[in-house]
């Protein structure tokens, strides 16, 4: 079976967006997890390669051992978005460096590598295989995931975040950022805490954590998992007053998600404070989401207020009360 992708690809206007030293065609790229670019050549062939969506493309968690994941179900589809308890599937580091990555190298647009690990240990040891890297031109550190035991010990905390990045930041000369949860009393201290400590940039927001029941099973959770992390539109407006709040607090530049769907949302998180916009679950309903999305942004007027994706980090905006 063949497939077409039909898509006006983002016409840039020869712009380019500058992040952490990394040249972009536009401002969209892929919340990590949310688009399986190996798959997706696997359906579309090269036509993908002319037809990427994204700007820069974010991979899904690496960790050092292989993961099966969670039990399914491991999806719950809500009125306004999902929730999902994947658990981080994942072929391991030995896995992905020999599979993954190589395929992933083949991709027309910069490569992010996402990873997290249990201990500042474990994730200095995944750094540190990505630092000489050439295909790589950041590591992102999942610090957010709420689907695993210990997905959030080191980002619900800032003195934790500030120990993982004193581990890590000597590991590696390439930009780290810092992927942050809302699942926390304050996303805009551990951002500060990060920046204190080396990071590059922060990304938010990860899912919220959320819950849905069995209905064939009264008092039953209907996830494998138990709970999941919620995404999609019903975390548009959560996301934008974190990013707002982060924006406030650090000169860091920011990836900003949460249920972006159009062109018109995107604008809303650059204005919010962001300097690059992440489309996840959008794009479980249109693969071909951010190309679309980058077009409306032009359109709409990406220049207007555009908070930087430059290499000079934008000024915050520091509330009267921090
Ligand atoms: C998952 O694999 O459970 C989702 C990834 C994440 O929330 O970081």
Redesign the pocket.
Known sequence: MSFVLRSSQAQTSGRRYGFCGIELAHPIVNG??TFDAIAARRAFGDALLDRFPFAAFVSK?VTLEPRQ??PPPRLWELGAGMI??????NKGLAGYLADDLPQLAELPVPLIVNV?GSSPDQVATLVAAFAERDEVAALEL?I?????RT?LLMGADPGETAALLDAVRPRTAKPLIV?LTPNCASPAAVAAAAEQHGADAVSLV??LRGMAMDPRRPGEPWLGGGTG?VSGPAVRTIALAQVREVRERVRLPIVGMGGVQTGRHARDLLDAGADLVGVGTESFRDPLAGNRIAVELQRIGANSGMNGATSQPARPRISQNS
């Open positions: 990590s997890g968690t994941g969670n999902n308890s994947i658990g981080l599937p997290m999942n957010s995931c709420p689907n695993v997905g992927k990860n899912t992390g």
